[in-house]
Every structure is written in structure tokens, then in C-alpha cells.
């Protein structure tokens, strides 16, 4: 039985990749240090024999006994809530903790695959994007500290193939929802969601005419499990390119609740960008893969998700054991 470590495992990606990784067969080992991850999410893992949890940030010294085929580092806040309240462990776990799972990949001989992200490519001046494109990123903005940790992360990884000759595996992803997103966590698809089965008006920042595209969790998984097992060592877009304005989609989610809220308006946040949209040219070629599920399909499974949530679960805002260092 092959082993595979999966970093951030307690999370929205993570948890779905831990999933997917069990039904092929793998040995699992979830690695989490539970600042945004949740245990609900793999709580029905801990029952079987092939997976193991290991409560542990990354930014420390990374131990894992006997052999180990794989490892896909996912461990990082992803939301702007998250980054901008944990900017140095934001930093950290891109720095640090990727080059401590670096050298663990090395130490094993395993293959190592890195969730970069659409961010690299800041408020991009180039549409779609594509993975050519070296971006337009603020170093020293709000969202600097997740939009450099992610491309030094890129950075480091290559350095480690080309020096060490070590298989590495970069995916680039693009907005992704689906069932086990945090409600709270200030990303577009919960909060629209959020604020409508409260009765709330939705919030859009800006004139709702800035796009994004979103992919359902299932494709992603999918695309990020092809390219674990490619030869391709350059990152690749994975993403939906279905692009949709940010005032559109409010409408929409409006549409799939049946509720008769408005939208309303407030400044658009620092750096935020106004284009989102990934060109897939590259993964549709190396990797025969393309999203399969469609957004009104995925809003609904989406929507079910959060359906089942209480009304004091709609209402709680999260408050979780961020540290500052």
C-alpha cells in the first residue's frame, strides 16, 4: 500500500483530497495544526485503518516515520479573513513549512505536489491568465502575505528539482467551493450563501462588474490528482474558466435560495483583483483534463451543505486560536 501525507488535511481541500486518496487504495496520513482546519471534516476517516492524523504545524520540524511515496502540501489560511488576521503564520507556513516538507520529500524520495494558487497572479493585466504570466503583485499590500508566501513557495520547489533533482508537482488553483467551506471565512460562494439563508442582503465590494470563475471541489481533486501523477513539472492552471461578474453571481445565489434580498454595496478591499479567470490550455493537454460540473449543479450540492446548518451555526462568527507569531 502506497503512503501518502496530505498537509492542511483538516481542511475544505485537504479533506476532499484525504477522501479521494482513501477510495484509491492509499495509506493516508492527515497533517493539520487545526488554526483553520476542522476535525469534523475528517471525522469519519479516523475509523479506518489506512489513515492516521497527526496534529502538527509544518513551520516545525516535520517528522514522519517509515516510508512515504507521496506528499501534497495544502497547509496555508486561504481566505482573505484568514491571511489578513495570521499574516506571519500566513508567511511561515509558505516559507518554512514548505521547505521543511521539501526536505522530508527529499529525505524519502517521495514525490512532492504544492497548492499554489491564482494569487501568484495578483491583479492580473493579462486575461485569461495563463501560466506564462508572471503577474502584478503588491509585495507589500494586505494580500502580500499570501500572495508572496504562494510564490515563494513556487520558487523554492522548482529550486529543489532543478538542484536536488526532486519530483516536484506545482498546481495553480483557481476559486474553488463545495461542500465543507467555512461559512465564516469571508470567501465569495459561503458568504453569498451565508448571508442569504440568514435573510441578510448580500454584500458586494466594488461595482460587482470584477469577474471570477469558480470549480467545483470534485474537479479540482480531480485535476490535482492527474497532475500528482504526470510527468509535468511546471505549474498548471486548475480552475473552471467559467467567468462570471461578482453582481451576476449575487443574483444567482439569490435565484437558487428563493429568498428576496438586495445586493448592496461598499468599497472594493486593497489590491483586490478585478479578472479572475484561468486559461486551462495546458491541463487540458497534459493532463486530458477540463471541469465537468457545471456551477448551477455544484451551487445546489453546495447549498444543500449549508442547509444542514443550524440557525446558531448561521449566526456564530468563528473565532479561532490564531497567534500572531
Known amino acids: 500500500m502506497q503512503k501518502v501525507l496530505i498537509t492542511g488535511a483538516a481542511g475544505f481541500l485537504g479533506s476532499h483530497l484525504c477522501d479521494r ?29 489506512n489513515f492516521e492524523f497527526y496534529h502538527h504545524d509544518i513551520t516545525k520540524f516535520v517528522y514522519v516515520p517509515g516510508k512515504l511515496d507521496y506528499i501534497l502540501h495544502f497547509a496555508s489560511p486561504a481566505s482573505p479573513i484568514d491571511y489578513l488576521k495570521i499574516p506571519i503564520q500566513t508567511l511561515k507556513v509558505g516559507s518554512l513549512g514548505t521547505h521543511n516538507l521539501l526536505g522530508l520529500a527529499k529525505e524519502k524520495k517521495a514525490r512532492i505536489l504544492i497548492a499554489s494558487t491564482s494569487e501568484v497572479y495578483g491583479d492580473p493585466l493579462v486575461h485569461p491568465q495563463n501560466e506564462d504570466y508572471y503577474g502584478n503583485v503588491n509585495t507589500i499590500g494586505p494580500r502580500g502575505v499570501y500572495d508572496e508566501a504562494k510564490r515563494f513557495q513556487e520558487s523554492i520547489t522548482m529550486a529543489y528539482h532543478t538542484y536536488h533533482g526532486l519530483e516536484t508537482r506545482i498546481a495553480r488553483i483557481f476559486n474553488t467551493y463545495g461542500p465543507r467551506m467555512r461559512l465564516n471565512d469571508g470567501r465569495v460562494v459561503p458568504a453569498f450563501i451565508g ?50 461578474t461578482i453582481k451576476e453571481f449575487a443574483e444567482e445565489i439569490i435565484r437558487l435560495t428563493g429568498t428576496d434580498q438586495k445586493v448592496v454595496y461598499q468599497p472594493l478591499p486593497v489590491n483586490d483583483p478585478l479578472q479572475r479567470q484561468p486559461d486551462i490550455t495546458r491541463a487540458k493537454e497534459i493532463l486530458g483534463w477540463e471541469p465537468k460540473v457545471n456551477r448551477l449543479k455544484g451551487m445546489k450540492a453546495t447549498l444543500d451543505y449549508f442547509k444542514g446548518f443550524s440557525a446558531e451555526e448561521l449566526q456564530k462568527n468563528e473565532h479561532r486560536g490564531f497567534t500572531k507569531n
Open 21 to 49: 486518496f482513501i477510495k484509491e487504495g492509499f495509506f493516508v496520513i492527515g497533517m493539520d495544526n487545526l488554526i483553520t482546519g476542522d476535525l469534523k471534516n475528517i471525522e469519519h476517516l479516523f475509523k479506518l485503518k
Open 195 to 244: 448571508q442569504a439563508l440568514r435573510g441578510e442582503d448580500l454584500t458586494i465590494f466594488g461595482d460587482g462588474l470584477q469577474t471570477r470563475s469558480f470549480c467545483y471541489v470534485d474537479d479540482q481533486v480531480e485535476g490535482i490528482y492527474r497532475l500528482l501523477f504526470s510527468d509535468y513539472v511546471y505549474p498548471v492552471n486548475i480552475g473552471n474558466p467559467d467567468e462570471i
